[in-house]
């Protein structure tokens, strides 16, 4: 089988979960981790007489999400009953928006081509939808279990055009489109609590030809790697089976990780097999022009204006500004830091350096660390002033992150600023020259390269307080 003889086509839906406290049709907890359960009430549990209520807050964020992905959003959208059996899923059909969704159009850049073109993917469509709860097959033997206080969060789902041609591309998009949902603040994006979960439509056709071919959909990916892993497997299953004669059939596939393959779970149903129809207890979503364009006068500043512009200000090159956007609550603190300090390298070298080592170590969050970006800002500008040496910064850094004091109250009470007096250095100086005497003797014969040897010494020695300019000025004057 020849890859070259095939191209990958692929659409991706993206079931992202809103920030909202409650659910998208009551008030039921949306909190991650409770006991099974719990988190219920007789509308998510489908009870009857039981009737859905639109969550305002959920309709606030699907929009802002719409609007940060450059789609067009509709004045009036409907809601409509998703028909389909499945133990976790009480009703026995979801509440979604079909044929009128809250939004359409848009499009995620996921870099340049060769040609240094944007390499742009298209999104069809973005609508709200409830979740489905939980089937816990690996609890108890012999057993499946329901959980169903996932029934009834509130979604979005964002679906591709199949502008996608690579498991790289793939990666790529997915990648670009969860830092734009978290900059847009509208969800946690995370796969490990299921807030951000893909699913993968390929087909295969030969390069050049219009015609789409039948198409497969992959399941159960938790990673984005997962996700590039599975659709490199379904295409060589789908080239390989072409290639010996045999027909794709449209179905849903798992993706088992363990194995690194595919395998069949039912066949794709299409949009008729789930008896589409308007929901009856919801009216129509009918959205203000005005609200509308509120919205979007409000979004907050995108990823790649911030790239922009935090090289810009800062001086900092594009792939450390990368580095920074790793999230939004790094970025904020990096740019806090920078403001406070007027210095953007050092600040990234101290973020991207002593606080993430610190924060990876202790398993701690940003927002709870105990040096905020003033107080780093305060210790950079006590280096840069040479009243704390380099040396020094890094132990009075590390009694900030355990006391939570300010720098300059750390250097004074740990004896810790940096000493310009030049008896005090002459007395380290002279004690350094004593205790190497052979290092002395070279070095005051002239051989200069053991300079930097011995203002090391006296570093150390000073416990890192010494001036090292007068350190240098000192020894050179000693002969060298």
């Avoid at 086509?9 to 006991?35: I, M, N, W, Y």
């Avoid at 006391?403 to 300059?408: E, I, L, M, N, Q």
Wanted: glycine share 8%.
């Amino acid at each position: 089988m020849s890859r070259e003889r095939y191209e990958m086509v692929v659409g991706l839906e993206v079931h992202v979960q809103l920030k909202t406290r409650t659910k998208a049709f009551c008030g039921c907890s949306t909190d991650f981790g409770a006991p099974p359960n719990v988190n219920t009430c007789p509308t998510c549990l489908a009870l009857p007489g039981a009737l859905p209520v639109l969550n305002e807050r959920a309709v606030e964020l699907a929009t802002r999400a719409a609007l940060g992905l450059g789609c067009t959003v509709n004045p009036t959208s409907v809601f409509a009953r998703k028909n389909y059996f499945y133990p976790d899923l009480p009703k026995g059909y979801q509440i979604s928006q079909f044929d009128q969704p809250l939004a359409s159009g848009g499009s995620v850049v996921i870099g340049k081509s060769e040609k240094g073109t944007d390499i742009q993917i298209g999104i069809t469509r973005l609508h709200m939808e409830e979740d489905a709860g939980k089937s816990i097959h690996d609890r108890y033997p012999g057993v499946t279990a329901i959980d169903l206080n996932r029934a009834g969060v509130p979604l979005i789902e964002i679906v591709s055009e199949p502008d996608i041609r690579s498991s790289a591309d793939a990666g790529a998009y997915l990648r670009t489109l969860k830092q734009i949902l978290q900059y847009l603040d509208v969800s946690d994006v995370s796969m490990e609590e299921g807030s951000l979960r893909v699913d993968a439509n390929i087909s295969v056709r030969p390069p050049g030809q219009a015609k789409l071919g039948t198409k497969t959909e992959v399941k159960n990916m938790n990673s984005f790697s997962a996700v590039e892993r599975a659709l490199e497997a379904e295409f060589e299953r789908q080239c390989g089976l072409i290639d010996n004669g045999g027909r794709v059939e449209q179905q849903t596939l798992l993706w088992d990780a363990a194995r690194e393959t595919v395998r069949p779970s039912r066949t794709k149903e299409g949009s008729h097999d789930y008896r589409y129809f308007p929901e009856p207890d919801l009216r129509p979503l009918l959205l203000d022009t005005k609200w509308i364009d509120d919205a979007h006068k409000n979004l907050p500043e995108l990823p790649d204006a911030r790239k922009a512009r935090l090289a810009a200000d800062f001086g900092i090159a594009p792939s450390e500004v990368e580095q920074l956007m790793a999230t939004p609550a790094l970025a904020e603190y990096f740019e806090a830091v920078a403001r406070a300090s007027n210095d953007g390298k050092a600040a990234y070298n101290w973020v991207m350096g002593e606080v993430l080592a610190t924060l990876r170590a202790s398993g701690q969050h940003l927002d709870l660390f105990r040096v905020r970006p003033a107080d780093l800002a305060e210790l950079l500008n006590l280096v840069r002033d040479g009243a704390v040496s380099h040396t020094a910064a890094k132990r009075v850094f590390a009694i900030m992150v355990e006391t939570g004091k300010p720098a300059a109250q750390v250097a004074a009470d740990e004896g810790l600023s940096q000493v310009g007096d030049e008896g005090a250095i002459a007395t380290w100086v002279d004690e350094v020259l004593e205790e190497h005497p052979a290092e002395a003797k070279r070095y005051l014969s002239g051989e200069k390269k053991l300079q930097g040897v011995l203002v090391g010494f006296v570093m150390k020695k000073s416990k890192g307080r010494a001036d090292p300019k007068r350190v240098n000025q000192l020894l050179s004057s000693r002969g060298g």
